[in-house]
């Protein structure tokens, strides 16, 4: 059968630009997919601003006229000629538009496909008025195809090569309203589901991540506002968005993802592409087996289902670190035991023998402690940590040595350009990145008794001497930890240097999305030293599963960032004064409550004195024993994923993280096909997303046992783990109105909640807010700086959100269990940090 070519087809082929009106038909291989998509939708009837679209030939003819660019990259468009017969088409189409402003948009060939959004991954420039800003706007369009995150993008995909690119010019819609519309929910993956998202102006500020939304779910004609702080659509109109979205799905025959406006009742649709997360994985239950015993799910640090990659090898290492580094003071435990259960990262801490049961009376555990060998050993174990004072040893090597050693294997490992190594000195790099993450752990495992320790002792005198509560008394600690502010310290720097350049400061706060080329281009300097933070806090995972992406993945969570602080008056010095005072007034108070009993004064002073060395020990040592490890382990699993990729072993860089580790140099090395491994394990992790796992599983054995007959030694360091384990498990305050949690820093603050799940919604905090979340990991310290209070749903007062919070001196609510639930966006809310409440309203 023979498809007939209209004569207007065919000589509109033989043009450098084309009316969008009459491009249907034409290849997105000549338009790129966008131009190709409104075409075809522009010919339906669909309601698109007509405009012109300036082919690829055109964008090849500027290639020829610059050699070069594949290699020098450029990032401005000074100095980069535009052939005069292109330039001639230029200005017709300028001419035919007119004085009005314009939006002209990057249509790529290989972009909005169904296995390929590049959303934001090619330039967009709006208000483009008059032929020489419509050129400009152009060049920046075209050279767009040779920055960094294009490349990085399609060498993720296993492609190489010059894109084609063509240039989509259409009048700028003055919207009083904007925003997307998915026609399958993306987070649910329900396809009777559509979600709109709205906001007042161009919709650009909502796809770059610059403005919050109002989010809406349509299902049939039934409309349920999910988070409505602006008030920016009203139900009828949410309706006739969601139609239209619809419309086109059933045009295209499958899930579509739009951008629309509305000015002056008038309803357009301005983009349309396929939903390409949906994958078409249907949810798989997974085999889910419960072992025998007491089980309890690690939220803290697993919020989320656990990646094959990750379980395969990182959870049992984990487990053995913490168990040797129990044992080497001597706890009375048999193991700790990591595993994942229905998908989800569960803990347990087996007790002498190995198997739950109710705690026996004090004199039996007296006996059992003696006849068991492994209890004996153990005894003596608490006795040496004790005598030798191994805690504070363990402190002073890692000010003294270690630490300096973990920063320097770090620094080596990034030197390597993996992309230089062949596959078995690939695989060779990624087990010395593994030796460096399990030797990490173990070092950091062996600091977590001299951090507990310390800081226990020095809770427990205060309780019991001068009756302050757990709160109360680790402010004595606050502003000791360095580490916990330092992200935010040297991204304050950097807001202060911008505020001297005003250049800076316009590409920041401007109304187009700011890109690190473009800081590039104004101040070199100033990029310089935004790589080179990146570069300093990269490193760390967003989560910490090896499936989270680093920061340094994501520089435009840190450009959002520095853009708030310039927003905001984030002053760290400020902090560092005012937590010095509070902890000064409350060793004052300390001191003359004790003032006459010199015993007692004595061993607070000397209780102090150690907490204060290894409290701050905890967040210094986790970026370069695991965080930092974490990313290095992950950058050479990408670059295995891209070279699986490439050759058609996997269909995305990133699902190398659904193989486990023995999978992976089995596939690797034999270059078997492993997209049907990674279509069953996706599936399975749809499920499990779908399927939260209880907080514990197996019977509860009750209290901890009666440890008064124990030898001294044994009996102060496990007394440390009850206490640590009571703190973890404390009971949320039982609020009169509104939502209980547990008091974890001190003070009080009205402001607007921010509820985020996941890096995804970092975008939408904004100076002052008060952040809601599951958990914080560490690498979402950057944040704090931003924001007026933190509560979480998990936790507790030693948790990593709660002994960040006050070191930045915000008030925090933590364990609250629903926060995450009970709470929406822009809702006004008090945090009391003092009583552990949330006040609505």
């Given amino acids: 059968m023979t498809t007939e070519v209209s004569s207007a087809t065919e000589a509109a082929r033989q043009r450098y630009s084309l009316r969008l009106g009459d491009a249907a038909g034409i290849s997105p291989s000549e338009i790129g997919s966008k131009a190709a998509n409104l075409a075809e939708l522009t010919g339906a009837g669909f309601p698109i601003p007509d405009g012109f679209v300036l082919r690829v030939n055109a964008f090849h003819r500027f290639c020829e006229a610059n050699a070069g660019l594949e290699r020098e990259r450029p990032s401005s468009p000074d100095s980069l000629i535009i052939p005069s017969d292109v330039k001639s088409e230029i200005r017709l189409i300028a001419a035919q538009l007119g004085e009005t402003p314009l939006a002209v948009r990057s249509s790529a060939s290989d972009e909005d496909l169904p296995d390929a959004s590049y959303a934001g991954q090619y330039d967009t420039v709006l208000n483009v008025v008059g032929l020489d800003a419509i050129e400009r706007a152009i060049v920046r369009c075209w050279i767009s195809a040779f920055n960094d995150r294009v490349v990085a993008y399609r060498a993720q995909r296993g492609e190489s090569g010059v894109p084609a690119l063509a240039i989509l010019i259409q009048p700028l819609i003055n919207a009083d309203i904007a925003g997307v519309a998915f026609t399958a929910n993306p987070i649910t993956r329900n396809r009777d589901e559509t979600m709109v998202s709205a906001i007042r102006g161009l919709g650009e500020r909502l796809v770059s991540g610059e403005a919050t939304p109002d989010e809406w779910i349509v299902r049939e004609e039934n409309v349920e506002p999910i988070s409505t702080p602006g008030d920016v659509v009203t139900p009828n109109q949410v309706r006739r968005i969601a139609r239209l979205a619809r419309l086109v799905e059933s045009h295209f025959e499958s899930p579509q993802d739009i951008e629309w406006a509305i000015a002056d009742e008038s309803l357009y649709l301005l983009q349309a592409r396929p939903i390409t997360t949906l994958d078409k994985i249907e949810p798989v239950k997974p085999d889910i087996q419960v072992p025998e015993g007491f089980w309890m799910r690690d939220l803290e640090h697993f919020p989320r289902p656990v990646s094959p990659i990750s379980r395969s090898f990182y959870l049992a290492e984990i487990a053995a670190s913490m168990s040797a580094g129990l044992a080497e003071f001597g706890i009375l435990l048999d193991r700790v035991e990591a595993r994942t259960i229905?998908?989800?990262?569960?803990?347990?801490?087996?007790?002498?023998?190995?198997?739950?049961?109710?705690?026996?009376?004090?004199?039996?555990?007296?006996?059992?402690?003696?006849?068991?060998?492994?209890?004996?050993?153990?005894?003596?174990?608490?006795?040496?940590?004790?005598?030798?004072?191994?805690?504070?040893?363990?402190?002073?090597?890692?000010?003294?040595?270690?630490?300096?050693?973990?920063?320097?294997?770090?620094?080596?490992?990034?030197?390597?350009?993996?992309?230089?190594?062949?596959?078995?000195?690939?695989?060779?790099?990624?087990?010395?990145?593994?030796?460096?993450?399990?030797?990490?752990?173990?070092?950091?495992?062996?600091?977590?008794?001299?951090?507990?320790?310390?800081?226990?002792?020095?809770?427990?005198?205060?309780?019991?001497?001068?009756?302050?509560?757990?709160?109360?008394?680790?402010?004595?600690?606050?502003?000791?930890?360095?580490?916990?502010?330092?992200?935010?310290?040297?991204?304050?720097?950097?807001?202060?240097?911008?505020?001297?350049?005003?250049?800076?400061?316009?590409?920041?706060?401007?109304?187009?999305?700011?890109?690190?080329?473009?800081?590039?281009?104004?101040?070199?300097?100033?990029?310089?030293?935004?790589?080179?933070?990146?570069?300093?806090?990269?490193?760390?995972?967003?989560?910490?599963?090896?499936?989270?992406?680093?920061?340094?993945?994501?520089?435009?969570?840190?450009?959002?960032?520095?853009?708030?602080?310039?927003?905001?008056?984030?002053?760290?010095?400020?902090?560092?004064?005012?937590?010095?005072?509070?902890?000064?007034?409350?060793?004052?108070?300390?001191?003359?409550?004790?003032?006459?009993?010199?015993?007692?004064?004595?061993?607070?002073?000397?209780?102090?004195?150690?907490?204060?060395?290894?409290?701050?020990?905890?967040?210094?040592?986790?970026?370069?024993?695991?965080?930092?490890?974490?990313?290095?382990?992950?950058?050479?699993?990408?670059?295995?994923?891209?070279?699986?990729?490439?050759?058609?072993?996997?269909?995305?860089?990133?699902?190398?993280?659904?193989?486990e580790i023995d999978e992976l140099h089995g596939f690797f090395q034999s270059d078997e096909d492993a997209r049907s491994t990674v279509q069953t394990r996706r599936g399975e992790h749809a499920w499990t997303l779908a399927n939260p796992a209880p907080p514990t599983l197996g019977e509860d054995p009750g209290p901890p046992p009666d440890l008064r007959a124990l030898p001294a030694e044994a009996r102060a360091i496990m007394n440390v783990l009850v206490w640590s384990m009571e703190i973890e498990m404390a009971a949320p305050v039982a609020a009169d109105s509104g939502i209980g949690g547990l008091a974890g820093s001190p003070g009080a603050y009205r402001g607007p909640a921010r509820i985020v799940h996941s890096e995804s919604d970092f975008h939408k905090i904004r100076p002052g807010d008060v952040l809601v979340c599951p958990i914080t990991s560490p690498v979402w310290s950057v944040l704090f700086s931003s924001i007026g209070a933190l509560v979480t749903d998990t936790g507790g007062v030693l948790s990593h959100s709660a002994i960040v919070a006050r070191e930045y001196g915000i008030p925090a609510v933590v364990a609250t269990g629903n926060a995450t639930i009970m709470l929406t966006d822009g809702q006004m809310v008090t945090v009391d940090g003092n009583n552990g409440t949330i006040t609505a309203g």
Avoid at 482 to 507: G, H
């Fill in 342 to 659: 229905a998908g989800y990262a569960y803990m347990r801490m087996a007790p002498l023998g190995g198997k739950e049961g109710p705690a026996p009376p004090w004199w039996l555990l007296a006996v059992m402690v003696r006849l068991l060998p492994s209890a004996r050993k153990l005894l003596k174990k608490a006795r040496d940590a004790e005598r030798n004072d191994l805690e504070s040893k363990l402190v002073d090597r890692w000010w003294g040595v270690w630490r300096e050693q973990f920063f320097s294997r770090i620094e080596a490992r990034q030197t390597i350009d993996l992309r230089s190594l062949s596959d078995p000195e690939l695989i060779e790099e990624l087990e010395r990145r593994r030796t460096l993450l399990r030797e990490g752990n173990d070092v950091h495992f062996r600091l977590l008794v001299p951090f507990m320790k310390p800081v226990a002792e020095i809770a427990i005198f205060c309780d019991e001497e001068l009756g302050w509560d757990v709160p109360q008394s680790m402010e004595l600690l606050s502003g000791l930890s360095a580490m916990s502010t330092e992200p935010a310290r040297q991204l304050s720097d950097l807001a202060s240097l911008a505020r001297q350049r005003p250049a800076v400061q316009d590409v920041l706060l401007g109304n187009s999305v700011s890109r690190i080329a473009d800081l590039r281009n104004v101040d070199p300097d100033f990029a310089d030293k935004f790589d080179a933070y990146q570069e300093r806090f990269g490193l760390r995972l967003l989560g910490e599963d090896l499936l989270e992406p680093t920061l340094g993945e994501h520089p435009e969570i840190t450009l959002n960032l520095l853009r708030s602080q310039l927003n905001g008056s984030y002053d760290p010095d400020a902090v560092v004064r005012e937590l010095t005072r509070n902890r000064e007034e409350l060793l004052d108070e300390a001191r003359r409550e004790l003032r006459n009993r010199p015993d007692a004064i004595a061993r607070f002073n000397r209780l102090f004195q150690r907490a204060q060395r290894a409290y701050p020990v905890r967040e210094d040592n986790s970026f370069p024993t695991y965080q930092a490890p974490l990313g290095l382990v992950r950058y050479a699993l990408l670059e295995i994923g891209r070279r699986m990729t490439e050759r058609g072993a996997l269909a995305d860089t990133e699902d190398v993280m659904f193989l």
